[in-house]
């Protein structure tokens, strides 16, 4: 059992409050300490407002949340000194180099100008960015902005770095550049709060992950952990002829009792099995009624197929309406 030494978050109950609106709604959390911890929803589902509360932006109206062993609420500027957060939106300024940008919070958080200038330097190297460090950013592509935002937040390395949806509309090669950096900070000890909506980014990444949906946790684990609750292999089908895809998935749902879900590729379709037996029994199937498969495989469920399973919709659907739709878009660093 884990202790609270070994514990970088821990709520309980944790609620937060929009008029009548539950944007959290009693969520429950525990994040071990040097860990990438993964909080998986759709737009509208709580996630920024949970990071706001915890990172002391907003403050909660119910339940407890600790911070580094810190309440969020009573101990908000000591959690402030110890954590860092970069949002959904770029905090750098753009009329600045890149160079400039972290220079100038260099010293907004104490270092000498010859410390400040060394230390934005060790980033710009380390972040792939050095090229560019007399450039105005926003000359910038959108993914150095975003490495670059990355590392406004680490000028001082915190203990805790809250990382609100940090690849969303990167491409993704950007993407995985941001990976990258992610994984080498944890591998530096500092924890990680990763909030995100792209399933293969959770799986990717995050040693834990929690799924949240209209503000409360419906389920938590690791990513096999998750997988394994679905209690079910997955068929995976595509077809020759997109036109016979509602035929094909209208025979199997009737003879295996399961619903089928659609792929975006027009062709395929996908659908949980409680025993591969019955695989090869929907495959005569679909030959008796002339239906061609032009590739057919078996296998653990995603965590997209999970999501669904476990919500009804699709990880991207946006959610009921929430704080994290509610224009709450400005990016606050909590840098120490």
């Known amino acids: 059992m884990l202790q609270q030494s070994d514990l970088a978050i821990e709520t309980a109950g944790l609620v ?127 993914g150095m902005r975003r490495r670059l935002d990355i590392a406004s937040s680490i000028v001082v390395t915190p203990e805790l770095l809250f990382l609100d949806e940090p690849t969303t509309g990167l491409d993704p090669r950007s993407r995985n550049q941001v990976w990258d950096i992610i994984r080498l900070l944890t591998s530096n000890g500092t924890t990680v709060l990763l909030t995100t909506q792209y399933l293969q980014e959770a799986d990717t990444l995050a040693d834990r992950i929690a799924v949240i949906d209209r503000g409360t946790v419906i389920a938590e684990g690791t990513s096999s952990d998750l997988k394994a609750s679905v209690g079910a292999g997955v068929m995976h089908v595509r077809l020759a002829d997109q036109g016979q895809r509602d035929a094909a998935m209208s025979i199997l749902e009737k003879r295996t009792g399961e619903a089928a879900n659609t792929d975006r590729d027009p062709r395929a379709f996908t659908m949980r099995l409680s025993g591969t037996e019955r695989a090869a029994g929907s495959l005569t199937a679909l030959s008796q009624a002339g239906i061609t498969v032009s590739d057919f495989s078996l296998g653990q469920p995603s965590l997209d197929e999970v999501f669904f399973a476990l919500t009804g919709h699709g990880a991207t659907e946006t959610g009921s309406a929430n704080a994290d739709a509610t224009g709450l878009k400005d990016k606050q660093d909590a840098a120490a």
């Open 16 to 142: 937060k409050t929009f008029g009548t609106n539950r944007a959290v709604d009693g969520i429950d959390l525990l994040v071990r300490r040097g860990s990438i911890y993964g909080l998986l929803g759709p737009n509208g589902a709580g996630k920024t407002t949970t990071v706001r509360v915890l990172a002391t932006l907003l403050k909660p109206d119910g339940g407890s949340a600790r911070v580094l062993g810190l309440d969020v609420a009573r101990d908000a500027n000591a959690v402030r000194e110890r954590i860092s957060l970069t949002g959904q939106f770029a905090s750098v300024d753009e009329d600045l180099s890149g160079l400039e940008n972290l220079v100038l919070l260099g010293r907004l958080l104490g270092y000498s100008r010859r410390s400040a200038r060394r230390r934005a330097g060790e980033l710009l190297e380390a972040f792939g960015l050095a090229d560019a460090a007399g450039r105005e950013v926003k000359s910038y592509s959108g």
